[in-house]
C-alpha cells in the first residue's frame, strides 16, 4: 500500500456512520429532526466520498490490499483481525451501498417525518435514523471484510437491523401484532440461512486453519472436492436466507411491513443482495465444485419463475415489488451460479438503482394516498371506511395528480422490465446471455421469468397511474415536496444511465471486476438474444395493456385476469400457498414439540433438577460462611491450619 | 546509587517525591478545598503513568540488582497508576458523603501505589518484603479511615493483625530460603539451587511459606477471611482500590518471585497450587451465593476472581507455556480491574451514610430509574460471569485455555462449573435492578458516572479487539526478566 495513503481510509466508511449513529443517540432529542436527518444523511454521504476517492486510488493501483484495523482472536497459531479488504468487488459494493443508501436517507428524511405522524409517534423519528446508520455500518462491515468472520459479524448486524426495522411500528399491523410477527418471521427464516453460513465458516475453518480470503482462496485448488461441495452448499443456504431465495424467501414478502424507505434500502437494493456478494466473493470456492455452481444456478432461475408468477396476483403495490425484488435476486444468483460473476453484479448495481426507485416512488405514491385520505375525511363523514393506501385497487388515474412519481415510476418499471437502453435491459440481456451459452434450460425459465416481469409492471403501471380513480383518496392525492422527488429523479436518472456501466464492446465493469474475481467466462453479446429479451418484454407489458387498459377495472371488482385464469389466479394470489404449506409441515409440529419441551420436560425435569442445585448450594453456601465468624483469633488459626496442611503435603507425601 | 540506578526507577522516585511534597503541602490547604489534594494527587498519578510509559519496555536493572524493570513491571504499573486515578475519582465525592474528608487519603493511597510499583520491579526478596510493608501500611490504615466508625475500626485492626501475621511468614520464608541458599537476590538463588542443591527441605519450606504470604494478599482460600470483614468495614473507595492493586501486586510478586527464582520447586508446589485454585474457585463463588450485602457479595466475588487467577500460575513451571499463561494473567487482570472499579463505582453511587444502602433490595427498580447506571453494572456482571461480549469473557477465555494447554483441563473444567455458579448471583443483581419495583436513589456525581461509563465502555469496547490487548500483554511478557 506504499504510496497509496487514501486506502487507509477504508475503516472510514464504518467509523462515519458510527459517529452519525453514536451523535444521534446522545444529541439527537435536542437537535429536532432537522438536525436527525442532517447528521445521518452526512454520516453515509461523508462514508460514499470515502468510497469515491477508495475507487479512485484503485484504479491506479488495481490489486487487492488489506488495511489491518486491529488484533481480534488471538488464540495460539490462530490470528484474526478486524481487516478491511479493498478491492474492486469491495468497492463497488460499498459505492453501491454508500451511494443508493445517502439518496435513502434523503428520501427518509422527508418520508419519515410524515409516517411517524401518520402513526402517530413524533419521537421515533430519532430511533429511525438510528436504526438506518447502524444498518448502514453493518453493511459496510459485511462487503469490507477481509475474512470469514468479519463478514459474519457484518451479515448478522444487517440482519438485525432487518429486523429492528421491519418491526419500526411493532405494536401495528393485523390484531396489534402483525408487524412484530413479520420482523420475527424474517429473523427467524435468516436464522436458519445464518446457520448454514455459520457451518460453511466451521468446515473452512477447519479444514484451512484459517479464515482470511487470500489464505482460504490460495490452497481452495487443492482441498477434497466433496469438503468444497459441502462448504458451497452451506454457504448457498445462508444465501438463501438472506437473499430470499427458494425455500427461505417467504420472508421478504412480509418484511414490507417495514417503513417504505427500509424496504427500498435494505429490501430491495442492499441488504439482501448480501447473498450475491458472497457467492462472488466466494468465486474461488464455488469454481472448484461445479456440482453446487449448478445447484445455485437452478435455486436462482426457479426462484426468479417462483416469484414472478406470484408477483402477478398481488395487489398491494409493495408486495408486487417485493416478490419481483426475490425474482430478479433469483436472476442476480442464478448468473453467479453460472459463473457469470460481471453479469451478477451487474445486475445487483442496475437493480439497487431501479429497485430503490420503484420503493421509494411506492412510498411516494403512498404519501399520496394517505394525504388524500386525510382529505377526503376532512370533507365527508369521518371514518366512513378504512382505506388501504397501498392496495392498488383503491388507486388508479394517479398520473394525473402526482406527474413526477409517475414519470419516475414510468423510468422504474421499464427499467425494470428490460426496454432498451434503460439499465435492467442491458444488466438482464447479460444474464440472459451468459444462461443461453451455458445452460439452455435456465435460459429458457429466465426468459419466461422476464416475460412475466413485464407484464406485472405493466399491471401495475395500469392499475395505479391510468384509468379512472377507483377511491376518494385516489381522487385527492396530491404530489409530494421536493425532499421526497429529488432523489426520485436523481435515481431514476441513474436508471436511465445504469446501462452505461457495462456496455457491450466496452465491458468497463468486466475490466474493472476481473481484477478481484477468480475467473471470469468471456460472455458474447449475442444479438438474437438481445432482440428476443426485448421482444418478450414488449410482449409482456403489450399484454398487460390488453388486459388492465381496456376496460376500466371497478373499485373492487375481481382482476380482469382472474377471468381468464380462473382457479390459476387463485392460486397465484395466495402465493402457491406455500406458507400455509411451511405452517403445516414445519411450523406446526415445531411448536408441538416445542410445547412438550416447555412443559414436562422443562417445567417438570431440568426446573427440578435446576431448583435441586440452587438449594443444595445454597444451604452448603450457608454451612460454610460460619467460618466466617469475625473473630480474629480463629481466622489466624484458619491461616496456621491451612500452613500446616501445605507443610504436610509437601514434606510427608 | 548512582544517577543511572535513578532514573531506571524514575516513575517510582517521581510518585514517592510527589507524594511526600503533598502531604506537606496539604497542611495548607484548607478543609473545604480538599479537591486540590485531590486533583494534585491525580496530576502526580498522570505524571507517574506518562513516564512509566515513555520508558518503555527495555529491561533494566538497577542498584546492583535490587530491582529490574521491564515489560511486566511497566504493564502491571499502568493497570495499578490507572485504578489509582480511578479510585481518586471516587473518592472524591464520596469521602466527602461519608463526612471524611481529609487531605492525608490522598497521599496514603499514592505511598500505597508506590509500595504497588516496587513490588513490581522487586529482583530481591529483602525488596519484595519492603514493597509489602510499603504497600501494606497505607492500606491498614485507609480501611480505618472512617473514624469512630465501629466496622471500620475493627476492619482496620483485623487487618492489621492478619496481615502482620502473613508478613510474618514471609519474612520466615525468606530467611529458610537464605539458610538453604545465601542468596536473596532472584538470580542468585536460582544459580544456588542450580549449582548444589543444598538443603532442599528448608528450601521447599521457605518456598511453601512465601506462597501463603502472598496468597493472604491475593485472598486465596483458606488465607482469604480477612477480606469479606475488611471489603466491608472499609470505605468503599478504599475496597475498590484495594480489591484491584493489593491483589494485582500480590500475584506480580508471586509470579515474579516464582518463575525467576524457584523453576525447580514447580514439581512439588503443582498440586499444592492445583489445590488453590481449585479451593478457591469454589468457595469463592459458592459462598457468594448467600451473600445479600453487596460489598461482602463483591468480596467473595473477588475471592473466586483470585481462584481463576491461580489458575494462571498452576502451570508456572512449564516453560513452553510460560509465556502464554503469565499474558493471560495480564489480560485477566486489565479485565478484572475494569470490571471491579466500574462496579464498585455503581455501589458508591448507591451507597448512603452509616453503611445503608448496600442491601440487594436496594438495587430493585435501579435499572429504571437511572437506565444509564444500571446497564453499565450489567456489564460489569457479565463481565464477572464471563459472558460476552465482555472482557471478562475473553480473560476467563485465555486463562482457561493456558490451564488446558499446561494439562490442567480438570482445573479449566472445575473454573467454568464455577462460572455457572456464580451467574446465579451476579445475575440475581441484574434481575434486581430491571425486574423488580422501587425507588432507589442514586447520587449521580459526574466523576462516579465517568467512571463506571468509561470502565463499561473500555470492558465491551475491548472485547472487541481482545487479540490487540493481549498482544500488548505477549509483548510485556517477552520483556521479562
Known amino acids: 500500500m506504499d504510496g497509496y495513503p487514501l486506502f487507509s481510509l477504508v475503516p472510514w466508511t464504518v467509523f462515519l456512520p458510527v459517529i452519525g449513529l453514536l451523535l444521534n443517540l446522545l444529541v439527537g432529542k435536542r437537535l429536532g429532526e432537522k438536525g436527525i436527518g442532517l447528521i445521518a444523511s452526512l454520516a453515509s454521504g461523508l462514508a460514499f466520498v470515502v468510497s469515491v476517492l477508495l475507487a479512485i486510488a484503485l484504479k491506479g493501483h488495481p490489486e487487492a490490499v488489506t488495511i489491518p484495523l486491529a488484533e481480534w482472536i488471538t488464540v495460539g497459531e490462530f490470528n484474526l483481525s478486524w481487516a478491511f479488504r479493498v478491492d474492486t468487488l469491495s468497492v463497488t459494493m460499498m459505492l453501491i451501498v454508500t451511494g443508493v443508501g445517502t439518496l435513502i436517507h434523503l428520501y427518509a428524511t422527508g418520508y419519515m417525518h410524515n409516517d411517524v405522524r401518520h402513526n402517530g409517534d413524533p419521537e421515533r423519528y430519532r430511533r429511525f435514523f438510528v436504526f438506518f446508520n447502524l444498518f448502514i455500518v453493518a453493511m459496510l462491515i459485511l462487503v469490507s471484510a477481509d475474512n470469514y468472520l468479519m463478514l459474519f459479524v457484518g451479515w448478522e448486524g444487517v440482519g438485525l437491523c432487518s429486523y429492528l426495522l421491519i418491526g419500526f411500528w411493532f405494536e401495528k399491523g393485523a390484531d396489534g401484532i402483525g408487524n412484530a410477527r413479520a420482523a420475527k418471521k424474517a429473523f427467524i427464516v435468516n436464522r436458519i440461512g445464518d446457520f448454514g453460513l455459520l457451518i460453511a465458516i466451521f468446515l473452512l475453518f477447519w479444514n484451512f486453519g484459517t479464515l482470511e480470503f487470500d489464505g482460504i482462496f490460495a490452497k481452495a485448488a487443492q482441498a477434497a472436492p466433496a469438503l468444497l461441495l459441502a462448504i458451497t452448499l452451506f454457504m448457498l443456504l445462508g444465501v438463501t436466507g438472506k437473499s430470499a431465495q427458494l425455500p427461505l424467501y417467504v420472508w421478504l414478502p412480509d418484511a414490507m411491513a417495514g417503513p417504505t424507505p427500509v424496504s427500498a434500502l435494505i429490501h430491495a437494493a442492499t441488504m439482501v443482495t448480501a447473498g450475491v456478494y458472497l457467492v462472488a466473493r466466494s468465486s474461488p470456492l464455488y469454481i472448484q465444485a461445479p456440482a453446487a455452481q449448478m445447484t445455485v444456478a437452478w435455486v436462482g432461475a426457479l426462484t426468479a419463475l417462483l416469484a414472478a408468477t406470484i408477483a402477478i396476483g398481488q395487489y398491494d403495490i409493495k408486495k408486487v415489488l417485493a416478490y419481483s425484488t426475490i425474482s430478479q435476486l433469483g436472476f442476480m444468483v442464478a448468473a453467479v451460479g453460472m459463473g457469470a460473476f460481471v453479469a451478477g453484479m451487474f445486475h445487483l448495481a442496475t437493480h439497487a438503482f431501479f429497485k430503490a426507485l420503484l420503493f421509494l416512488a411506492a412510498g411516494s405514491v403512498i404519501l399520496g394516498m394517505e394525504h388524500g385520505e386525510e382529505h377526503a375525511a376532512q370533507g365527508h363523514s369521518p371514518g366512513s371506511h378504512e382505506l388501504d393506501p397501498q392496495d392498488m385497487r383503491n388507486m388508479g388515474g394517479l398520473q394525473g395528480r402526482m406527474r413526477t412519481t409517475f414519470w419516475v415510476y414510468l423510468v422504474g418499471a421499464l427499467a425494470l422490465a428490460g426496454i432498451a437502453p434503460l439499465a435492467g435491459f442491458f444488466s438482464k440481456d447479460e444474464i440472459l446471455a451468459a444462461a443461453f451459452q451455458q445452460t439452455p434450460a435456465i435460459f429458457v425459465l429466465l426468459i419466461i421469468s422476464a416475460f412475466f416481469t413485464a407484464f406485472y409492471m405493466g399491471r401495475q403501471l395500469f392499475l395505479v397511474f391510468f384509468g379512472k380513480a377507483r377511491s376518494a383518496a385516489a381522487e385527492h392525492a396530491r404530489e409530494n415536496p421536493a425532499i421526497i422527488t429529488v432523489p426520485l429523479i436523481i435515481l431514476a436518472v441513474l436508471s436511465v444511465l445504469g446501462g452505461a456501466l457495462n456496455l457491450p464492446g466496452v465491458y468497463t465493469l468486466e475490466h474493472w471486476l476481473e481484477k478481484s474475481l477468480a475467473h471470469v467466462p468471456k460472455v458474447e453479446f449475442t444479438a438474437w438474444v438481445a432482440l428476443l429479451s426485448l421482444a418478450v418484454a414488449l410482449a409482456g407489458l403489450f399484454l398487460a395493456w390488453l388486459v388492465y387498459s381496456q376496460r376500466r377495472m371497478p373499485f373492487k371488482d375481481t382482476d380482469p385476469l382472474a377471468r381468464y385464469l380462473g382457479g390459476l389466479f387463485t392460486a397465484v394470489y395466495n402465493k402457491w400457498w406455500v406458507d400455509e404449506l411451511y405452517q403445516a409441515v414445519i411450523v406446526r409440529p415445531y411448536r408441538r414439540l416445542a410445547e412438550f419441551l416447555a412443559q414436562p420436560v422443562d417445567v417438570g425435569l431440568i426446573d427440578g433438577i435446576a431448583n435441586g442445585l440452587g438449594s443444595v448450594s445454597r444451604s452448603i453456601a450457608e454451612q460454610l460462611r460460619r467460618f466466617e465468624n469475625g473473630y480474629v483469633r480463629s481466622y489466624a488459626l484458619t491461616i496456621l491450619v491451612g500452613v500446616a496442611v501445605i507443610m504436610a503435603f509437601l514434606l510427608f507425601r | ?481
Not at chain 2, 124 to 138: T, W
Not at chain 2, 249 to 278: E, H, I, K, N, Y
Not at chain 2, 286 to 311: H, P
Open chain 2, 1 to 481: 546509587m548512582t544517577l543511572t540506578d535513578l532514573m531506571t526507577i524514575l516513575p517510582l522516585a517521581v510518585l514517592v517525591a510527589w507524594t511526600t511534597a503533598l502531604l506537606l503541602v496539604d497542611l495548607w490547604i484548607p478543609k473545604d478545598r480538599k479537591g486540590i489534594t485531590a486533583l494534585l494527587a491525580a496530576f502526580g498519578l498522570a505524571l507517574t503513568l506518562g513516564l512509566s510509559l515513555a520508558r518503555g519496555q527495555q529491561p533494566r536493572q538497577a542498584f546492583g540488582g535490587m530491582v529490574v524493570v521491564d515489560g511486566f513491571a511497566v504493564f502491571l504499573d499502568v493497570i495499578f497508576l490507572a485504578s489509582g486515578l480511578a479510585s481518586i475519582a471516587l473518592a472524591h465525592d464520596y469521602l466527602k458523603r461519608m463526612n471524611i474528608v481529609r487531605g492525608e487519603y490522598y497521599s496514603l493511597l499514592l505511598y500505597a501505589i508506590s509500595g504497588m510499583m516496587l513490588m513490581t520491579y522487586a529482583y530481591d526478596l529483602i525488596i519484595v518484603f519492603l514493597a509489602l510493608e510499603l504497600l501494606s501500611i497505607p492500606l491498614y490504615i485507609l480501611s480505618g479511615f472512617v473514624r469512630l466508625n465501629l466496622r471500620s475500626e475493627e476492619a482496620a485492626l483485623k487487618y492489621f493483625l492478619l496481615g502482620t501475621f502473613s508478613s510474618g511468614l514471609v519474612l520466615y520464608g525468606i530467611a529458610l530460603i537464605f539458610a538453604a541458599t545465601a542468596r536473596t537476590d532472584l538470580p542468585g538463588i536460582l544459580a544456588a539451587v542450580e549449582l548444589a542443591p543444598a538443603n532442599l527441605t528448608m528450601f521447599l519450606v521457605g518456598g511453601a511459606l512465601l506462597l501463603v504470604g502472598f496468597s493472604f494478599k491475593g485472598a486465596i482460600v483458606p488465607f482469604h477471611e480477612w477480606a469479606p470483614d475488611v471489603y466491608q468495614g472499609a470505605p468503599s473507595s478504599v475496597t475498590a482500590f484495594m480489591s484491584v492493586g493489593a491483589k494485582a501486586a500480590g500475584f506480580a510478586a508471586l509470579m515474579r518471585v516464582f518463575v525467576v527464582a524457584f523453576p525447580s520447586l514447580s514439581t512439588d508446589l503443582t498440586p499444592v497450587l492445583w489445590g488453590l485454585a481449585a479451593v478457591t474457585m469454589v468457595f469463592g463463588n459458592i459462598v457468594a451465593l448467600a451473600q445479600t450485602n453487596l460489598k461482602r457479595l463483591l468480596a467473595y466475588s473477588s475471592i473466586a476472581q483470585s481462584g481463576y487467577l491461580m489458575m494462571a500460575f498452576v502451570p508456572y513451571g512449564q516453560g513452553i507455556v510460560l509465556s502464554d499463561t503469565i499474558a493471560a494473567m495480564l489480560f485477566f487482570l486489565v479485565g478484572y480491574a475494569l470490571t471491579t472499579l466500574g462496579a464498585w463505582a455503581v455501589v458508591i453511587a448507591v451507597e448512603k451514610a452509616e453503611g445503608r444502602g448496600l442491601e440487594l433490595q436496594d438495587y430493585a427498580g435501579l435499572g429504571r430509574k437511572y437506565p444509564l447506571l444500571g446497564a453499565a453494572m450489567t456489564v460489569f456482571m457479565l463481565s464477572f460471569i464471563g459472558a460476552p461480549p465482555t472482557l471478562g469473557f475473553w480473560g476467563k477465555f485465555y486463562l482457561f485455555r493456558t490451564a488446558v494447554e499446561g494439562g490442567f483441563t480438570s482445573l479449566a473444567l472445575l473454573g467454568l462449573v464455577a462460572s455457572i455458579f456464580s451467574a446465579y448471583y451476579y445475575l440475581r443483581v441484574v434481575v434486581m435492578m430491571f425486574m423488580r419495583p422501587g425507588e432507589p436513589e442514586a447520587r449521580r456525581d459526574p466523576w462516579l458516572v465517568l467512571t463506571a461509563g468509561v470502565s463499561a465502555l473500555a470492558v465491551v469496547g475491548f472485547s472487541l479487539v481482545p487479540g490487540s490487548l493481549l498482544n500488548l500483554a505477549l509483548q510485556a511478557v517477552l520483556k521479562l526478566l
